[in-house]
């Protein structure tokens, strides 16, 4: 199957002319890196000999890579591919107008104007119009019936400028998205060997035949075979979903496949595949191939079907055949995610479509697998949702109202009160009343649905994420940096983060003397000096490294390791060259080698020395090493024994001053083993690593970053814990927290280690009590020596305590492959962007940059930024909409007509959701966002403040547009513009209105720009030139429509005078926004706030258990699943029981005859309107096995939509063979519980 897909691959074209160029062509090298395990072997042995054969072949040298000439690296670019998937077609702008256009709104308005377009051509006989009652008659001018259509065309033009600012939008934060993937591309680089050199290089540089150095956390970017490893254990779940860590040797298993994780150890391996041709990108193209396949879809479609009836049948497991079918299809997205972005970008849409989803599509996708605890939307998410759906039931309410009102008191006033008969020649006139009063209904609609509400906060973030970048966040996730405002704790290490991560030795304990500052190398008997740095040399990896400084007189530059780095860089301080040793034993001459891990905390290697005897150095945690050594070197170079009470003695006199100077202690040993003991069992490592000799203590210095102390103090003043979470001694981690300022003197709080900590949360079974948890964490603010285990059930534990009144939002900083469940589990996680493992970056919501703590309180800034932005936005909407709808009802109500045009509440929706939110969510963040407490998640959207602003500006405007309305003739000296016929002229008195209206609601923007009820609402406003700009240019087009508009913006051009009079009013606004903030909010007691977080616990459980499969609790769809259950329970009921009555009457099966599950879709699809659904304007995209979005797409449109009820219809046979239990909702059930 991989083959043929493969045809149109450009590189096979290419292989005929190349195949003279190596020994082994594109075609064998895909087909070997297909064979695992013996196979594998056995074919690289047939056709090469081993892997230096293929080396040879493949004009390379295992010691020395590649010669990286430019032109042989384009010649295998050109033979074997590139190491790049391509990119996904982003989608053309056109595609984009087209998804903006399926907006159920705009489509019933569309169709209001064709009608009233259509109408407004139709003449009735002269004659006869004086018969068609009062409205119809009175327009004396020629020209100015004949305008009728322009109204019409105005709508028609208004809904044309929606759709393509709509999707200007898309498109605009779709390209912001594409220069993000590139971002994380360019981030990404790998070790390689080229001519000799260890370098670093992009991934998507590298080619067939370079040999990679791979290292524990490293994600493979191209397939390869392994030259040489020490210790390799590689996690292919990804690619195989066997969770088990995969050993890797030469006799074993020498395949290095692409998107696998290296979880432990190092090693060498010859890139044979890159790009398409590896294993994931086989995958990929087959990902992109497969949309067009047509059996694809069947089985899939058959595969869903399975994956259904198991999540039915209790206890049902799937057979592993499927499973890992499925798993090659879709887990390779999520290795891929953060791997050469490309691959992410290749569906760019998983994440640029859904901006707000929990996580991008892959993620999303495997989650579905695992089923880790589903993860709740973002805490803005849910409010917003929420308050979309009620804003949007009280507006179909009020748009409902105003038609029926409307059409009544035209009936009532034309047939009854002018007793008139309908007459067949008035029929078209007395429709476009009808499409009229229909066109203001849905125009109030559009008004009352705050549709800006995605859009405000999808620019809010894009805007966040860019203007983050510079502050060295990169954001994978985009909610993250929403979540990240309301954080309350912040779980961080110490290595990196709150340190800079220069590692330098400052104090030895060496041959029974304690230096405190590194000693002279003639002060160290030679023979300990030899062995010392020998140790050093050997047993630290090779991929680290001490390099010469880039600029003149600046500090050596360190690579790899850090702390081996510091052991490196204390042979260099001893006058040793490491190199010198490293050359005379290369990397393949050592004969085994225990890499570090979370779980030994040690290294150590084993060298065969001339005599065929053995000598292992070891290094480590200085308290867990000093353990395992029963000897220790005198100051003669003789060892004699070590006891525990000199190790005692030790650890109080050496290792505590050490640590208690915040520095990190660090065991050196060694073990001979002797030919006459014969070869030891390597493997056992309890007997290997015991008896070892004690060749040195050493304490290394790591110092605390200038500007941590003070951004700690930023985050302790805004409400947010900080604690330290470190693999280190605790007297050295207690020593950094209290320069960090962590640890406060006089404080109470807790610091604890590892140990103390699982035997405090355990009960006597072992199991974890989160009541033991909740007596520790309030008060912990160090855990030293801790485990990447200890980490996730410190962060777990947090997360899930109920002590506190709000839930806890945590982030985690993490840089390890073992900090990933951590990372996964916290609501925010950062990863380091330079020390970081890949696969810590891939577990991770935000990488920072520069590895910088102070970074992190920049996230929080942008974070609370959002929040208040998306708040802004909200208090400024939300007084249009009032002010709108209630004018739009009530002139409808008393004078037959709204005073607000159709076209111009189209340019008002255009002022407020789509400039405003530009204009708004644009604002630059503050220090004094970091001057209050996180909001938590249920702290409401809308606030009592901001309710009172909202209600206070509204009673303003609303006294000033309704004493226009119907005092405006008479204060103007102008003619009444009420009670006019169909197709009357614009009047003065209405132009007035609507230019004082969209006045008031400019100057309200101003206003808007503080929610905490601050009285300088101009603060820092000329810091934000959006803003500004915005603000100024819709006062220009607002002129213009005025002076310039005529009848499609039923506009009259005003005067001087009156335009002062209009700007005044207008700025009446500002004036009154002081009146309202002088109003303490306290005294109104009948304020409410809006917009709140669902507690879980207002969830019934019933409700929790059709969530289930949904792996996000959305809040918007409970809100309409309630109404549609309702709805449904009902419809069952009656049809159920109509078909029981004519079943029994003519003695048939009872369940023959019910419907198909497919045939209730309809009703569904009512209920499921999406004008009320705030992620209507993030279109969804099909996940790999979302097949059912073909064959029901105007159900499925949402990617929220809920699982609707009649979906879990499709497992129910059609007949009475039935075994399963009828699922909730169906017919049968319905039909079980009214018999």
């Not at 912040?490 to 220069?502: E, F, Q, W």
């Amino acid at each position: 199957m991989a083959n043929n897909s493969y045809s149109g691959v450009k590189n096979s074209m290419a292989e005929a002319n190349h195949d003279g160029e190596f020994g082994c062509t594109l075609k064998e090298l895909r087909s070997l890196m297909e064979l695992r395990g013996a196979e594998a072997i056995g074919l690289i042995g047939d056709s090469y000999e081993d892997v230096h054969g293929l080396c040879n072949r493949l004009k390379t040298s295992p010691v020395d890579g590649l010669s990286g000439q430019p032109g042989d690296i384009e010649k295998r670019k050109t033979v074997f591919g590139q190491n790049l998937i391509p990119p996904k077609k982003p989608k053309t702008f056109l595609q984009l107008v087209w998804e903006a256009l399926q907006d159920v709104t705009l489509i019933i308005l569309e169709v209001a104007a064709v009608v009233s377009l259509g109408l407004s051509f139709y003449r009735p006989p002269d004659a006869e119009r004086e018969h068609c009652g009062r409205a119809a008659g009175g327009v004396e001018d020629e020209n100015e019936s004949e305008a009728g259509w322009i109204e019409g065309a105005a709508i028609l033009l208004s809904v044309i400028c929606v759709v393509l600012v709509t999707a200007f939008n898309d498109w605009s934060k779709e390209k912001q998205f594409r220069g993000l993937q590139s971002r994380i591309e360019q981030e990404q680089k790998f070790t390689v060997v080229r001519g000799g050199q260890v370098i670093q290089i992009p991934v998507a540089e590298i080619v067939v035949g370079d040999v990679a150095q791979i290292k524990y956390g490293d994600l493979l970017p191209a397939d390869g075979v392994l030259i040489q490893g020490n210790d390799l254990k590689i996690d292919e779940s990804s690619l195989t979903g066997e969770s088990d860590h995969v050993k890797k040797t030469h006799e074993k298993d020498p395949m290095m496949l692409s998107g696998t994780h290296v979880m432990e150890g190092s090693g060498k391996m010859l890139v044979t595949a890159v790009g398409v041709n590896s294993q994931t990108g086989i995958i990929f193209t087959l990902l992109g191939t497969a949309e067009d396949d047509e059996e694809d879809e069947e089985e899939k479609k058959k595969e869903k079907e399975e994956k259904k009836k198991q999540r039915k049948i209790p206890g049902a497991q799937i057979p592993s055949a499927s499973y890992c079918d499925c798993n090659c299809r879709v887990l390779s997205l999520n290795t891929f995610l953060s791997f050469p972005a490309e691959a992410k970008a290749m569906d760019g849409a998983a994440m640029e479509m859904q901006p707000l989803n929990s996580d991008e599509g892959g993620d999303a996708e495997e989650k579905k697998k695992t089923g880790p605890p589903k993860k709740e939307k973002s805490v803005l998410q849910g409010k917003l949702t929420k308050l979309a759906v009620q804003i949007g039931k009280a507006g179909l309410v009020m748009s409902a109202i105003t038609v029926i009102i409307l059409v009544v008191l035209f009936v009532v006033d034309t047939f009854w009160i002018q007793n008139l008969p309908w007459v067949k020649d008035c029929t078209p006139i007395y429709i476009q009343f009808f499409v009229k009063f229909f066109i203001i209904g849905v125009t109030v609609l559009v008004v009352a649905v705050p549709e800006g509400l995605p859009l405000a906060v999808t620019i809010s973030l894009a805007y966040s994420v860019k203007k983050m970048m510079k502050d060295n966040n990169l954001v994978r996730h985009l909610d993250a940096c929403e979540t990240m405002g309301n954080a309350t704790a912040i779980c961080s290490d110490k290595t990196g983060t709150l340190t800079m991560n220069r590692m330098t030795v400052v104090q030895a304990f060496i041959a029974e003397k304690h230096y405190k500052k590194v000693p002279d190398p003639e002060a160290i008997p030679a023979s300990i000096l030899d062995i010392l740095i020998l140790g050093i040399a050997v047993n630290c990896a090779y991929t680290t490294n001490i390099m010469s400084p880039e600029k003149e007189g600046g500090l050596p530059r360190q690579v790899g390791n850090k702390t081996e780095c510091a052991l490196l860089g204390f042979s260099t301080d001893l006058k040793r060259d490491y190199h010198a040793v490293r050359n005379e034993i290369p990397e393949e001459k050592l004969y085994k080698v225990y890499t570090f891990n979370s779980v030994r905390k040690s290294m150590s290697t084993v060298l065969k020395m001339a005599d065929g005897s053995y000598r292992m150095f070891s290094k480590g945690a200085s308290e867990i090493l000093l353990k395992k050594c029963s000897k220790i070197l005198t100051a003669s170079g003789e060892a004699k024994v070590f006891r525990p009470r000199d190790r005692d003695d030790m650890v109080k006199k050496v290792i505590e001053p050490m640590a208690s100077e915040g520095l990190r202690t660090i065991c050196l040993a060694y073990r001979d083993f002797p030919v006459s003991e014969g070869e030891p069992d390597w493997d056992n490592e309890n007997d290997i690593l015991t008896g070892l000799t004690c060749l040195s203590v050493v304490g290394i210095e790591d110092p605390v970053r200038p500007e941590v102390p003070d951004a700690i103090k930023k985050c302790q003043r805004a409400g947010i814990t900080v604690r330290m979470v470190t693999g280190d001694n605790i007297n050295t981690a207690r020593a950094i927290a209290t320069k960090c300022g962590i640890l406060l003197p006089g404080d109470d709080f807790i610091c604890m280690d590892g140990k103390e900590f699982n035997r405090r949360i355990r009960n006597e079974k072992g199991e974890i009590e989160q009541e033991r948890i909740d007596k520790i964490w309030p008060k912990l603010r160090v855990l030293a020596r801790s485990s990447p285990t200890d980490k996730h059930t410190l962060v777990k534990g947090i997360i899930d305590s109920t002590v506190m009144e709000q839930r806890q939002v945590v982030a985690v900083t993490g840089d390890g492959t073992n900090d990933g469940p951590a990372l996964k589990k916290a609501d925010v996680g950062f990863a380091m962007g330079i020390a970081g493992t890949d696969v810590a970056k891939e577990a991770s919501d935000i990488i920072l940059t520069d590895d910088n703590f102070s970074s992190i309180v920049k996230a929080v800034m942008w974070g609370r930024n959002v929040y208040d932005s998306i708040s802004k936005f909200l208090q400024f909407q939300l007084t249009v909409n009032i002010v709108a709808v209630i004018v739009a009802f009530t002139g409808a109500c008393i004078t037959q007509d709204s005073p607000l045009k159709a076209v111009q509440m189209l340019w008002v929706n255009l002022i407020m959701d789509t400039f405003a939110s530009l204009a708004l969510a644009t604002e630059p963040p503050t220090e004094a966002l970091l001057l209050r407490k996180p909001y938590g998640r249920n702290k409401p959207l809308v606030s009592r403040t901001m309710m009172k602003n909202i209600l206070g500006q509204g009673v303003f405007q609303l006294i000033t547009i309704f004493t226009l309305l119907f005092a405006g003739e008479r204060l103007f000296d102008i003619d009444n513009g009420r009670n006019t016929p169909l197709h009357a002229p614009p009047s003065e008195h209405y132009t007035i209105v609507f230019n004082t209206f969209v006045l008031m609601q400019l100057f309200n923007e101003i206003n808007a720009r503080k929610i905490h009820g601050e009285r300088n609402v101009f603060e820092g406003i000329f810091n934000n030139l959006i803003f500004c700009s915005i603000v100024f240019g819709t006062f220009i087009i607002q002129i213009v429509i005025v002076q310039f508009g005529g009848k499609p913006f039923s506009c009259v051009a005003l005067t001087i005078d009156q335009w002062l009079w209009c700007t005044f009013l207008g700025f009446g606004s500002l004036l009154w926004g002081q009146v309202i903030s002088s109003i303490p909010t306290s005294r109104l007691k009948f304020l409410k706030s809006a917009g709140h977080g669902t507690q879980k616990e207002e969830i019934p459980d019933e409700e929790l258990d059709e969530l289930e499969d949904n792996e996000e609790i959305d809040h918007a769809e409970r809100e309409l699943r309630r109404g549609q259950i309702l709805w449904f329970r009902g419809l069952n009921r009656i049809q159920t029981q109509i078909r029981v009555v004519n079943a029994f009457r003519s003695s048939i099966s009872l369940y023959e005859g019910l419907e198909k599950p497919e045939s209730r879709s309809s009703i569904h699809n009512f209920m499921n309107h999406p004008e009320f659904r705030i992620e209507d304007s993030e279109p969804h995209i099909p996940l790999i096995d979302d097949t059912d979005a073909e064959d029901d797409a105007p159900t499925k449109r949402n990617s929220a939509s809920p699982r609707n009820t009649t979906s879990s219809n499709h497992l129910l046979p059609e007949g009475p063979k039935s075994g399963t239990p009828s699922a909730p909702g169906s017919p049968l059930h319905s039909l079980e519980t009214s018999l």
